[in-house]
């Protein structure tokens, strides 16, 4: 799930275009808010040869933010069992079986989905002094991924933009402040990349990330404004090429008296359209499978995946796989923001 494949058009593709601009509101163009559609991703491991080889591979559940899970099953007659990791459902596979076969484990599902969307409304948020002490110590913090410090909020050079957004007792109008800085000095910028993603400190410098690098260097900057914050890992769910597909996607989640989604990864060049379309937004389009629970080991288990031990004289192949079939389209709306804030699907 490292890496987001499409060039990040993506995000913006259901509301991109605004159709109506007057005194009270902004209306974007229609788009799905409501879908159902099954899912089933893992993993193909390939083996040729002579030996044995063990399997250890661990593949978190589908969790939609606004939605429900309408039926779930494994694939794969091999030995599993299902596990509760911090806030996440997982199933685990730990089995031995002889080289020269095709593998397939994995999840299937038939999921629906629904756009959440919350006001524009600084308003009845939580004061930053108020923020609960234990959401703090957990989501505040530095965090690795193994051996990687990936979130460092109390670097001078966090600290230093934290500063530049100017001083408020609300939590989401910084949480509002700090997205918008990040909406005005990086880019999304697809690349190929090793296992784990950047630091927030790389991605400072580069000015530039994918998506889940993006995404960690907002979760830093809040963490340092002492606004707790944290990874969310999932799927987009695209229509491209006469079908449909899920593409592996990561985005953050900000602590303002409530758990608040944040897309990361938009493009537009136009930041109040950035912030009417992914502060506080989680379309329905996206599906969430991992949500961080704020420890190293958490965070460093969603880029696990899968872990073959193999003997000499095997070789071994092993690919990710994601399939998305019967999508339909439940419910179709356009997103409005009003003037005052309000923001609404009609």
């Not at 893992?42 to 083996?47: E, F, K, M, R, V």
């Not at 987009?236 to 989604?261: F, K, N, Q, T």
């Given at each position: ?40 991703y ?6 040729s ?35 509760v990791i ?76 934290v500063?530049?957004?100017g ?26 990349g090793g ?8 991605t ?29 890992k ?30 990361c ?82």
């Open positions: 799930m490292r890496r987001c494949i499409i060039l990040m058009f993506v995000i913006i593709f259901l509301l991109s275009g605004c159709i109506d601009i007057a005194d009270r509101e902004v209306r974007y163009r229609s788009a799905p808010i409501s879908l159902e559609f099954s899912i089933s893992g993993y193909y491991i390939n083996s040869g002579e030996g044995r080889l063990v399997i250890d591979c661990l593949i978190f559940l589908p969790k939609p933010l606004n939605g429900s899970v309408l039926n779930l099953s494994i694939i794969g007659n091999y030995s599993h069992e299902e596990d911090g806030d996440n459902q997982a199933v685990r596979w730990n089995f031995s079986e002889e080289g020269g076969k095709k593998i397939k484990i994995g999840v299937s599902a038939r999921v629906r989905t629904s756009s959440f969307a919350t006001d524009l409304i600084a308003e009845g948020y939580v004061d930053m002094s108020k923020i609960d002490e234990d959401l703090k110590r957990r989501f505040c913090g530095k965090q690795r991924i193994d051996d990687l410090v990936v979130i460092h909020p109390d670097d001078p050079m966090i600290r230093d933009v500063g530049s957004v001083a408020s007792n609300n939590s989401f109008e910084i949480a509002k402040r700090l997205f918008r800085w990040l909406k005005r000095n990086t880019k999304y910028s697809h690349h190929d296992k784990f993603p950047q630091t927030d400190l790389q400072l410098n580069l000015g530039m990330g994918d998506c889940d690098d993006l995404s960690i260097l907002y979760i830093s900057l809040c963490r340092s404004a002492g606004i707790p914050a944290r990874l969310v999932g799927y987009l769910i695209r229509e491209m090429d006469g079908g449909y597909r899920a593409i592996p996607h990561a985005w953050a989640e900000v602590y303002v008296g409530s758990w608040l989604p944040v897309e990864a938009g493009t537009s060049e136009d930041i109040d359209v950035e912030v009417h379309q992914d502060f506080g937004i989680e379309t329905a389009n996206h599906l969430r499978v991992y949500v961080d629970d704020g420890t190293d080991e958490n965070l460093s288990l969603s880029s696990r995946g899968v872990m073959v031990r193999y003997e000499k004289g095997l070789e071994i192949d092993v690919e990710p796989f994601v399939e998305v079939k019967d999508v339909e389209i439940l419910e179709v709306g356009s997103l409005v923001v009003r003037k005052n804030g309000e923001r609404l699907y009609i």
